[in-house]
């Protein structure tokens, strides 16, 4: 089974950037869609960003498009999220998913993984002065 490690969170001040990773271990992260979700302080969960290689297709949510950037690493099994410019609404603990890949395992706007095989822990990011 996939199992999927998060780190990379933290705070930061506003304006600055942060990284995420999103670790996997057993099957290759190349035969899966990618995702990165986040729950802010009394808010629902939004999806912040789905990568398909199948279905040939990334998509960000309206709040960060511009600003976050999902790739991965196939080599080291990790995928990431590069945040820049960020604010302090971004704060959130944020959490990445994986699935089986296929041609519309990304779905949107607002982005959506179908069939999460595993979810990350979360990681906390703060934004703040």
């Known amino acids: 089974q996939m199992q999927l490690v998060e780190s990379g969170g933290g705070l930061v001040q506003p304006g600055g950037s942060l990284r995420l990773s999103c670790a996997a271990s057993?099957?290759?992260?190349?035969?899966?869609?990618i995702h990165w979700s986040r729950q802010a302080p009394g808010k629902e969960r939004e999806g912040v960003s789905c990568s398909s290689s199948v279905g040939n297709t990334t998509i960000y949510a309206d709040s960060v498009k511009g600003r976050f950037t999902i790739s991965r690493d196939n080599a080291k099994n990790t995928f990431y999220l590069q945040m820049n410019g960020l604010r302090p609404e971004d704060t959130a603990v944020y959490f990445c998913a994986v699935a089986k890949d296929h041609r519309v395992a990304c779905r949107g706007p607002p982005p959506v993984i179908s069939s999460v095989e595993r979810w990350g822990q979360g990681t906390l990011v703060t934004v703040s002065s």
């Open positions: 057993g099957p290759t992260l190349d035969q899966y869609a």
